[in-house]
């Protein structure tokens, strides 16, 4: 089952944050606290853990966008062939 990546608050006043970069593409597999890129929020750049393992399916937010908390980021699928029929949805 596929799993949605949001953008998490991290701190009491987080409204939004700034994805810096990207360190899995389309297709790479993922283990559960591989850093999935950097976020920068107030000034200060957070790393973004998976939260789970799989294959990441598609990447809905591209650097130096600009996101409210609760954005999904990304789609982490729990196989290759889950990840495929994603990518063409």
């Given at each position: ?26 297709g790479?597999t993922?283990?559960?606290?591989d ?5 920068e ?18 990447i809905l937010?591209?650097?130096?966008d600009?996101?409210?908390?609760g ?13 495929a029929?994603?990518?063409?949805a």
């Open positions: 089952m596929a799993v949605e990546v949001i953008l998490p608050k991290w701190g009491l006043t987080m409204e939004d944050g700034t994805v810096v970069a990207w360190h899995k593409s389309v790479d993922v283990a559960e606290g850093v999935l890129g950097e976020v929020t107030e000034k200060v750049e957070n790393e973004l853990e998976a939260p789970c393992a799989g294959v990441v399916a598609r937010v591209e650097e130096d600009t996101v409210d908390v954005t999904v980021l990304m789609i982490i699928a729990a196989d290759a062939a889950e990840a029929s994603l990518a063409q």
